[in-house]
């Protein structure tokens, strides 16, 4: 079964920055989508940065264009989702997830929103960025 884990999120002051990372364990598949989501109190989870294993330019939601770095490390059997995070905010407070899906990454139209839906999860990281 495919695995997930997140680690890396913690509290930091406005400006600060924190690398979140994603584990990926017992996938069979040697392409596919990996995204970061997160999801505020009381808010919807939104996408935040996706990349896929084919090489294509990564994607990133407009709020953190310039401060958000998506990178991955791809081995056979395990794989690595990396955040890189700049210049925090306060809304950037949320709890972070990785998710990766075998079909390939699909976006509207000039690439304005991530559409695709993702078959595995993790559990899941808390950011807080205080004012």
């Known amino acids: 079964a495919v695995h997930l884990v997140e680690s890396g999120g913690g509290s930091v002051e406005t400006g600060g920055s924190l690398t979140l990372s994603c584990a990926v364990s017992g996938k069979t598949f040697n392409t596919y989508c990996m995204a970061w989501f997160r999801q505020a109190p009381g808010k919807e989870r939104e996408a935040v940065a996706s990349?896929?294993?084919?090489?294509?330019?990564?994607?990133?939601t407009d709020s953190v264009k310039g401060r958000f770095t998506i990178s991955e490390d791809n081995f056979k059997d395990t794989s690595t989702l990396n955040l890189q995070m700049n210049r925090l905010q306060p809304e950037d407070t949320a709890m972070y997830y990785c998710?990766?899906?075998?079909?390939?990454?699909?976006?509207?139209?000039?690439?304005?929103?991530?559409?695709?839906?993702?078959?595995?999860w993790g559990q899941g990281t808390r950011v807080t960025v205080s004012s």
């Open positions: 990349v896929y294993t084919n090489g294509e330019k990564p994607w990133y």
């Open positions: 998710a990766v899906d075998t079909l390939s990454c699909t976006y509207s139209s000039a690439r304005r929103r991530l559409l695709s839906t993702f078959a595995y």
